[in-house]
Each structure stands twice: as structure tokens, then as C-alpha cells.
């Protein structure tokens, strides 16, 4: 499976999420990179850096998958 992110623990905040997976190198720049482009979990529109993303969940960013696991 392509794009699959590993996590420690269950759960990560999409803040530490972007960082993770190197799309953005700063949590700094998580606010506006959120605000500009299309980012969903599990087909959800989310709209805040803290939101959580658990294992087993599927965030979509502008249109490419990320399948979380643990």
C-alpha cells in the first residue's frame, strides 16, 4: 500500500502529522498550510492543526491518500 504513515502511540495531532510525513518543516506552518489546501480524514473536512488522527484513519490531501497505521 503506497503513502502508508506509521505512528507511535494511537493517536497524532494533524500538526504533527504534516510534519511527520515532511510536507511542511514547521508547526509554524501548519495553520496556513491547512487554511490553502483541501485536507479531509476519513472523508471529514477538518479545518484545525489539533485535530486527532487515530490509527487505521485515511487523510486525504489535495486529492493523494495517507493510510495511517501504528
Known amino acids: 500500500m503506497n503513502n502508508v504513515v506509521l505512528i ?5 495531532t494533524l ?8 510536507i511542511i518543516s514547521t508547526g509554524g506552518q501548519a ?4 487554511e490553502t489546501n483541501n485536507i ?3 472523508n471529514n473536512v477538518v479545518n484545525g ?4 488522527i487515530f490509527s487505521g484513519d485515511v487523510v486525504w ?3 493523494k491518500a495517507y ?3 501504528n
Do not use: A, C, E, P
Not at 507511535?8 to 497524532?12: E, F, H, L
Not at 500538526?15 to 515532511?22: P, V
Not at 492543526?49 to 486527532?52: F, G, I, L, V
Open 8 to 12: 507511535d502511540g494511537n493517536s497524532i
Open 15 to 22: 500538526g504533527q502529522f504534516l510534519k511527520l510525513t515532511k
Open 49 to 52: 492543526r489539533n485535530t486527532k
Open 67 to 69: 493510510f495511517v497505521k
Open 61 to 63: 490531501i489535495n486529492n
Open 31 to 34: 495553520k496556513f498550510f491547512i
Open 40 to 42: 479531509k480524514i476519513n
